[in-house]
């Protein structure tokens, strides 16, 4: 990470305003920021009766807690001695008023359609959950997820929790090797998969990875297989369990576990930028609560919402806001398996137009792609059913949020770009669409009880408008408890910066308004000539021009300026890169920023590395620009090919 003594240099202006819709408001649960600022004072006055007066409200306990928080920095226990259960607050809560709503909308990617209602929800969980039991699994024991976006995956995650097990799903893109490494980091007793899974009209062919694996994970006793892509499953082996085979006969009731509130709920597999992939818990009841409650909030969740959130299960967003949350609020959540173009680049918006979808939330690299593709595919079908959207997973560069308002959300829908991590468990900043007034990227504000900080490294607040470190300096009920197997780790990550202060890792800004902007990990910011700029305001100047797709700038060590800007750029389809071009992009930036960020290489790509959730691996990225053989980790990079194109345009 670069050293940050010096300000870092905000270099982008943007001046829109769009306050939330009047009709919007009047119907929101939370209306304005008097709304707001009571909220947020109430939390900050006396946190504690705050928080537990949310957690009696967002769940049900079986047993009280009666401690609401005992913090010893930097760890943390929420809601201590209360007993719950989670399968219990997403499911049987609901049962007397919702058992015939839909909990779950399927869509695979070859159009084949289920629905779940909360009834049928109910069952399924506790048939697998007896399943898990009759295996051996108990409370406590890791179970790995390993399954494409299909009602399985989640049913799998609830049946986790009825039991007390604790889950640790693998993203369904990652290869046998990541999917290796991360069960033995768990330790997982059992692993659930599936046949395969579709993905761009093919197989995804995940039991193949499993068995490829299976030799070198000596923990995992035996492994449940979904029948998804095949006509049969042909299973050979003592450890394959069908799953039909397993449920079959189990019992419709598997008496929830009640157990603490810090009772292990999921592990999920960060990447770091170095070493090895880091193992964040998460644990129950403080999980739960902010959940729950950002769910509502954010998405200003309404009963007869089809709620939509693109993320996979495989990620933190697919936790928080394609399951727990959702389910915990009785809102039915739409899951689809396949690829956002496949067959047709309308996919998406054919798909918010047949369930009447009413909230999307996705990320600014779909977002960006889309943009590519062209406004006719949105253009061609009903989308007015969208009341909001939501952006999360990167900086979204201004451009693309004033398209993803006006061309999606036809200028009627409220945007939330929320930040938030997978080791906070839930959004931290965003709007709350019928209160705040929202800015073209920016994530606007902390949430009520959030105390978000911008510091230097001596932990002095930095002036509005100055770049600086973002930290979170109180703790929250969603936060991470640790790294997995590496306490030392979690401290030295997290807490090593400024004692007691989480750090999240991200610089950012506010300004005038307090509004907070992102400005990418603090290890993407670079030193130009005594400036540190944040890499991510250069990208989103050049996305703004209108040939650009994509763009990520790296530093490359410079004799003259310390570190000079390099942009990789991939170009909008039926542009063709040129000497010309590049000369005319470097000008835009320092027309659109100022000279000091003017890219000094321009590169044009077909495409840029990325991880299976979208984000542009700039750390591979400055190895390219430096001309250095990569010794980086690549097990997340969705595709290797890229990487080796954009070594040979260097030749
Ligand atoms: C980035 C995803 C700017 C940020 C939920 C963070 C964002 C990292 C935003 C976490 C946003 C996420 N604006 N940056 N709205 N949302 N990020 O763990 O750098 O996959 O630290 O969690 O994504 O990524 P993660």
Known sequence: MAETQQEIVSVLTEARVFPPPQAFSQRAHLKSMADYQRLWDEAARDPEKYWGDRAREELYWKEPFRTVLDWKPPHAKWFVEGRTNLAYNCLDRHLATRRDKPAILFEGEPMDRRKLTYGELAVEVNRLANGLKSLGVEKGDRVGIYLPMVPEAAVAMLACARIGAVHSVVFGGFSAEALQERMNDAGAKVVLTADGGWRKGAVVPLLKNVEAALPNMPSVEKVVVARRTGDA????????VAWDVLVKGQSDVCEPEWV???????????????????GVLHTTGGYAVNASLTTRWVFDLREDDVYWCTADVGWVTGHSYVVYGPLMNGATTLIYEGAPTHPAA????????????????????AIRAFMRLGDEHPRKHDLSSLRLLGSVGEPINPEAWMWYRDVIGQGRCPVVDTWWQTETGSIMISPLPGATPTKPGSATLPLPGIHAEILDRQGNPVPKGQGGLLFVTRPWPSMLRTVYGDPERYVRTYFSELPG????????????????????????????????????????????HTRVSEAAVVGRPDDLKGTALVAFVTLKQGHAPSAELKKELAQHVAKEIGAIARPDEIRFAEALPKTRSGKIMRRLLRDVAAGKQSSQDTTTLEDLNVLAALRQNDE
């Open 501 to 544: 202060k989480y750090f999240t890792g991200d610089g950012a800004r506010t300004d005038t308004d307090g509004y907070f902007w992102l400005m990418g990990r603090v290890d993407d910011v670079v030193n130009v000539a005594g400036h540190r700029l944040g890499t991510a305001e250069v990208e989103s100047a050049l996305v703004a």
């Open 233 to 240: 499953l042909s299973l050979s082996g003592p450890k394959l």
């Open 346 to 365: 309308d996919r998406f918006w054919d798909i918010i137009e047949r369930y009447k979808a009413t909230i999307l939330y996705t990320a600014p690299t």
């Open 260 to 278: 603490e509130s810090e009772h292990p709920l999921f592990i999920l597999y960060t990447s770091g930028s170095t070493g090895k992939p880091k």
